[in-house]
């Protein structure tokens, strides 16, 4: 029974379905605002706020399943909170923590509406997708000028789309990137021309982005993304028709790549970002030096440092998830969040091969997580919207498979 079938026994059959479609669809248009954060608060997160807070009162279950997750994320947040004692001035230290407990919820209220019905998996990765071409599309004009003003889409050169950094533009795209990739693979011929075209404009953006972060989990994810669905087919005729059309994909793409290049503009930047470690990477207090100091630094700091207090002692901010977790969040907040990541891989993991209707989700939605886990130690990853979604993703898959079990036992 679901959340709102429990809340409204005695509402007839008609009426149920006009909530749950509602409430679905409204679920899909927040996901759809995530594409869009050129300031904050951005409408995502008065949007979310307002649907989760619905939804809940509504009667949404949290499940024992889902459960690990809102522990795991809410101690967290307490160990971000007990890094705010250890700032002088507080400034926006409150406000860093407050939206990272409210990302926090967003990510179990993703993981409970889908344990809730499957079927809203679809409609989460279309409105996602739908996004995804709308801003990646405002990104490639931006960088070309093609409007006056458009260069508000762009950030030093380099395509950002609706968002506020090319970093979190790029990575934003990959996912729905995946799922276009699958839906070529898999599904009709005659639909895989305008997915071909969505994925271009997807895939043009990740490169105009100039993110190696980027560049480097769209070709990850692709590459375990095929290497999966081969794992998991036996059929020989299917294996084929994915070697040929990963084949036609991958042809198609560096052919537009090739194209992309000669622009001078375009081929200079690249020449420039496609070097693996850059000058501010290597110099004096860059990035990996940056590193080395900050996890020294805070062997002795058990409580962490505060919000946004590293990039106040250094030239940039710590650039790194695992050491962004122990200036912010303390040791206290650092297993919490090694513990998440590792429980949800773990957890992922074990249902990746299992035939079920929620499984294409479940497996792009593993990638993603493995691949964002990767490029943390390059970027800071803890206020990404979609990493949320991410992981709510996972685990929400994780608590079907649960509960599909335990209806085979009953």
């Excluded at 889902?66 to 909170?81: D, E, Q, R, S, Y």
């Excluded at 970002?273 to 900050?294: K, N, P, S, T």
């Excluded at 710590?318 to 090694?338: P, Q, R």
């Excluded at 992922?348 to 493995?370: E, H, K, N």
Aim: net charge positive; hydrophobic share 55%.
């Amino acid at each position: 029974m679901s959340a709102i079938e429990a809340t409204y026994p005695r509402v007839a059959q008609p009426q149920r379905m006009t909530l749950r479609l509602i409430g679905s669809a409204f679920v899909a248009f927040g996901v759809f605002l995530s594409g869009f954060v050129i300031d904050e608060p951005a409408p995502y997160e008065l949007w979310m706020a307002g649907l989760i807070g619905l939804w809940f009162i509504l009667g949404l279950r949290i499940s024992r399943s889902v459960a690990p997750l809102l522990a795991l994320l809410l101690t967290f947040n307490i160990g971000g909170m007990l890094s705010l004692t250890q700032m002088k001035d507080l400034a926006t230290g409150p406000m860093y923590i407050a939206v990272s407990t409210f990302l926090a919820l967003t990510a179990v209220f993703y993981a409970a509406i889908i344990e809730d019905s499957h079927k809203r998996l679809p409609l989460i990765f279309n409105a996602w997708t739908f996004a995804a071409v709308a801003t990646s599309a405002l990104g490639i004009l931006g960088y070309f000028h093609a409007f006056p003003g458009a260069e508000i889409f762009t950030l030093y050169d380099r395509a950002k789309g609706a968002f506020q950094d090319p970093n979190v533009f790029g990575p934003f795209l990959v996912p729905p990137s995946l799922y276009l990739v699958h839906g070529i693979l898999v599904g009709d011929l005659k639909r895989s021309p305008l997915k071909a075209l969505a994925l271009l404009v997807l895939a043009l953006g990740i490169f105009l982005s100039f993110s190696r972060a980027a560049w480097g989990l769209f070709a990850l994810g692709v590459g375990l993304l095929i290497f999966i669905m081969l794992l998991k087919e036996r059929s020989g005729a299917f294996r084929l028709r994915v070697l040929v059309l990963s084949l036609a994909a991958i042809i198609m793409l560096v052919a537009s790549l090739l194209v992309a290049l000669q622009i001078p503009k375009v081929a200079e930047l690249f020449s420039a970002r496609a070097q693996l470690v850059q000058q501010y990477d290597g110099e004096h207090l860059g990035r990996f030096e940056r590193h080395r100091i900050g996890f020294t630094m805070m062997m002795e700091r058990p409580l962490g440092i505060g919000p946004l207090v590293f990039g106040t002692m250094f030239p940039e901010d710590e650039h790194n998830i695992w050491l962004k977790s122990l200036t912010t969040y303390g040791w206290l907040g650092f297993v919490s969040y090694v513990g998440m990541l590792v429980w949800t891989l773990a957890l992922g993991f074990r249902y990746l091969l299992l035939d079920r209707p929620w499984q294409p989700f479940l497996m792009i939605a593993w990638i993603s997580v493995l691949g964002h886990a990767t490029i943390g130690n390059v970027i800071d990853i803890d206020h990404w919207r979609h990493v949320y979604l991410l992981l709510g993703t996972v685990w929400g898959c994780a608590a079907l498979e649960v509960r599909h079990k335990r209806g085979r036992r009953a």
